[in-house]
């Protein structure tokens, strides 16, 4: 039989651990961005217009960077992160030849209705 000693340290190992096992547990966090790309001056929508996400890594292919608007300038950004220590925030690029480059940061989930504005250079 177990001392009572015993007993309280077999019980703060195994919570010792659960802690470090949901520590070290990382949690998927969706991100969702949609909106539209217009030209800042013309206000009409611009289509291909990359979309890239800043938050991937290089390892990562070409195709797993970048979508495009349609050809009514629409985006539907849907993705999935890590957020060990919660959801990161979403930062996209959105470019075009022509245009400037202009960066975003969204909070990490379920931003809708989104209108980027894009500047002639």
């Known amino acids: 039989m177990l001392s009572l000693k015993n ?7 195994i919570h010792w651990l659960l802690v470090v096992s ?4 990382s949690c998927d966090c969706l991100q ?10 013309t206000q009409l929508p611009i289509d ?21 608007t349609d050809s ?3 985006f ?6 890590v957020g060990l220590f919660g ?16 960066n975003r940061k969204y909070k990490s989930c379920c931003t809708e209705g989104v209108v980027i ?3 002639k250079k």
């Not at 949901?22 to 547990?25: A, F, K, P, R």
């Not at 930062?91 to 075009?96: A, E």
């Open 7 to 13: 007993m309280i340290m077999k019980i703060i190992k």
């Open 22 to 25: 949901m520590v070290l547990t």
């Open 32 to 41: 969702h961005v949609q909106g539209v790309v217009l030209d800042a001056e």
């Open 48 to 68: 291909s217009v990359m979309v890239i996400d800043n938050n991937l890594t290089d390892s990562l292919s070409t195709t797993d960077l970048i979508i495009y």
């Open 72 to 74: 009514i300038g629409e």
């Open 76 to 81: 539907d950004f849907t993705s999935m992160a």
């Open 87 to 102: 959801c990161p925030k979403i930062s996209l690029s959105f470019k075009k030849e022509g245009y400037e480059i202009t």
């Open 117 to 119: 504005n894009l500047k």
